[in-house]
């Protein structure tokens, strides 16, 4: 009580008491309010991306230029060797000659089909590459194919028609022989009726009346055989005239069959034709990225590239700087993809290095190993900013060792943080 009693009497004391207890109180109202970022605390090395491109040939070749030389700077798209593959070439070629000859008889067939009397051919896609006189060639024979048939169809044609016309001629002779015979028959019954009356009256004998008789059943007779003989006449007439039309339709659906063939072989030959093309586009080979030639395999034109062989690498111009970061398993939970990174570059004076945001672009699915085997870490690339480095006048170099913290987004005060220990400690001692 006198210590109390002092500093109550005491003006100085009290002064300093009282601000003692306002300067704790300040202390703890901002431990618990102020926030403070949480995170995880790693190191690692600085690793540079550059991702070499290596150029190379699926089918191989000839080499018939080089455009570029070790060294050089190349954008995408550009050029940088071309080659000559006389078997793509070749190959491209024939598919081509098989498409228009295809398409040709396409035409061929479908004027056939329509009763056209010459030969008309739709033109080209232009994407089709022919030599001028390959395709005169390849029309000029479906012309002479065309006209061949055309003038065999129309020769059997002609020939059954021949036929048919001949038997309605026959038929027509025989009509005016049946109309002879018809008035023949009416003359001899005429005859037989006026004798037979004289026979009743005998004034004749029976003789002539039995020659009568015998002559009218010989002409009917005769008239009934030219009857047979022109519906035998007709009957073939009508049978050639439907071997016309079968002709005409056995021709049609010979042609039709044709046709159906050569749209199949059409649209066959133009997917060939794709790929063949693309086989000969890609004897010109192209930068796949901008960057420099390194490397460069080949100088000699005349070289012989097997397939596969690498031709050339392109190193690019514009690098990333990454940040390989060792997390330990036990902070794995609060790092992932996407999160900002503050770094550090150890490897620079303090006093220089500036720090450096980045965002975690990777983390590895599984522990990894120390070199030493000592401990397991979980690996974390980072993409780093190197245009601060550059607005320092800086540069990182492989290996250097880097600093970061990794910013979870959550916060806590500091008197969590100096409570926790406390609070661990009871739970601990609760639980024993």
């Given at each position: 009580?006198?210590?109390?009693?002092?500093?109550?009497?005491?003006?100085?004391?009290?002064?300093?008491?009282?601000?003692?207890?306002?300067?704790?109180?300040?202390?703890?109202?901002?431990?618990?309010?102020?926030?403070?970022?949480?995170?995880?605390?790693?190191?690692?090395?600085?690793?540079?991306?550059?991702?070499?491109?290596?150029?190379?040939?699926?089918?191989?070749?000839?080499?018939?230029?080089?455009?570029?030389?070790?060294?050089?700077?190349?954008?995408?798209?550009?050029?940088?060797?071309?080659?000559?593959?006389?078997?793509?070439?070749?190959?491209?070629?024939?598919?081509?000659?098989?498409?228009?000859?295809?398409?040709?008889?396409?035409?061929?067939?479908?004027?056939?089909?329509?009763?056209?009397?010459?030969?008309?051919?739709?033109?080209?896609?232009?994407?089709?590459?022919?030599?001028?006189?390959?395709?005169?060639?390849?029309?000029?024979?479906?012309?002479?194919?065309?006209?061949?048939?055309?003038?065999?169809?129309?020769?059997?044609?002609?020939v059954l028609q021949s036929r048919a016309d001949g038997l309605a001629e026959s038929a027509r002779n025989k009509q005016a022989q049946i109309d002879?015979?018809?008035?023949?028959?009416?003359?001899?019954?005429?005859?037989?009726?006026?004798?037979?009356?004289?026979?009743?009256?005998?004034?004749?004998?029976?003789?002539?009346?039995?020659?009568?008789?015998?002559?009218?059943?010989?002409?009917?007779?005769?008239?009934?055989?030219?009857?047979?003989?022109?519906?035998?006449?007709?009957?073939?007439?009508?049978?050639?005239?439907?071997?016309?039309?079968?002709?005409?339709?056995?021709?049609?659906?010979?042609?039709?069959?044709?046709?159906?063939?050569?749209?199949?072989?059409?649209?066959?030959?133009?997917?060939?034709?794709?790929?063949?093309?693309?086989?000969?586009?890609?004897?010109?080979?192209?930068?796949?990225?901008?960057?420099?030639?390194?490397?460069?395999?080949?100088?000699?034109?005349?070289?012989?590239?097997?397939?596969g062989d690498p031709i050339v690498e392109i190193v690019p111009l514009e690098t990333q700087l990454i940040a390989s970061l060792e997390i330990p398993?036990?902070?794995?939970?609060?790092?992932?993809?996407?999160?900002?990174?503050?770094?550090?570059?150890?490897?620079?004076?303090?006093?220089?290095?500036?720090?450096?945001?980045?965002?975690?672009?990777?983390?590895?699915?599984?522990?990894?190993?120390?070199?030493?085997?000592?401990?397991?870490?979980?690996?974390?690339?980072?993409?780093?900013?190197?245009?601060?480095?550059?607005?320092?006048?800086?540069?990182?170099?492989?290996?250097?060792?880097?600093?970061?913290?990794v910013v979870s987004g959550k916060n806590r005060t500091l008197l969590n943080y100096l409570v926790e220990p406390i609070t661990a400690t009871f739970?601990?001692?609760?639980?024993?």
């Amino acid at each position: 009580m006198s210590a109390w009693r002092l500093i109550f009497t005491d003006g100085r004391l009290l002064t300093s008491f009282f601000v003692c207890v306002l300067s704790l109180g300040g202390f703890l109202v901002w431990a618990s309010l102020a926030p403070l970022a949480e995170g995880t605390i790693a190191f690692g090395t600085v690793e540079v991306e550059n991702d070499r491109k290596l150029v190379q040939h699926l089918e191989g070749g000839i080499i018939n230029q080089i455009l570029v030389r070790e060294g050089d700077v190349v954008e995408a798209g550009d050029a940088l060797v071309v080659l000559t593959d006389i078997a793509a070439s070749a190959g491209r070629d024939q598919v081509t000659q098989d498409l228009v000859n295809n398409l040709a008889s396409i035409d061929r067939l479908t004027a056939l089909l329509d009763g056209a009397d010459a030969l008309g051919f739709e033109p080209l896609d232009p994407s089709i590459e022919i030599a001028p006189e390959t395709l005169s060639d390849i029309l000029a024979r479906q012309r002479d194919l065309f006209a061949q048939q055309n003038r065999r169809l129309s020769a059997d044609v002609r020939v059954l028609q021949s036929r048919a016309d001949g038997l309605a001629e026959s038929a027509r002779n025989k009509q005016a022989q049946i109309d002879g015979q018809v008035r023949s028959i009416d003359i001899v019954k005429t005859d037989l009726e006026r004798k037979r009356g004289l026979l009743e009256e005998n004034l004749i004998s029976g003789d002539a009346v039995v020659q009568l008789e015998r002559d009218l059943s010989a002409a009917e007779s005769e008239l009934f055989r030219l009857q047979a003989e022109q519906e035998q006449n007709l009957i073939q007439a009508r049978e050639v005239r439907i071997q016309i039309i079968q002709t005409r339709e056995q021709f049609a659906e010979a042609a039709t069959e044709d046709l159906l063939e050569a749209r199949a072989r059409a649209a066959e030959a133009s997917e060939s034709l794709r790929a063949a093309q693309d086989v000969v586009n890609r004897t010109t080979l192209y930068a796949p990225l901008s960057g420099e030639i390194l490397n460069l395999a080949y100088k000699t034109l005349g070289g012989v590239v097997s397939p596969g062989d690498p031709i050339v690498e392109i190193v690019p111009l514009e690098t990333q700087l990454i940040a390989s970061l060792e997390i330990p398993p036990t902070e794995r939970e609060g790092v992932y993809v996407g999160l900002d990174v503050k770094t550090r570059l150890t490897g620079l004076d303090s006093w220089i290095s500036p720090t450096l945001e980045g965002k975690i672009m990777d983390v590895s699915p599984d522990l990894k190993t120390s070199p030493n085997g000592d401990y397991s870490f979980y690996e974390a690339r980072v993409v780093l900013d190197t245009k601060t480095l550059s607005d320092h006048g800086l540069t990182a170099s492989p290996g250097m060792p880097v600093e970061a913290f990794v910013v979870s987004g959550k916060n806590r005060t500091l008197l969590n943080y100096l409570v926790e220990p406390i609070t661990a400690t009871f739970r601990r001692g609760a639980k024993e």
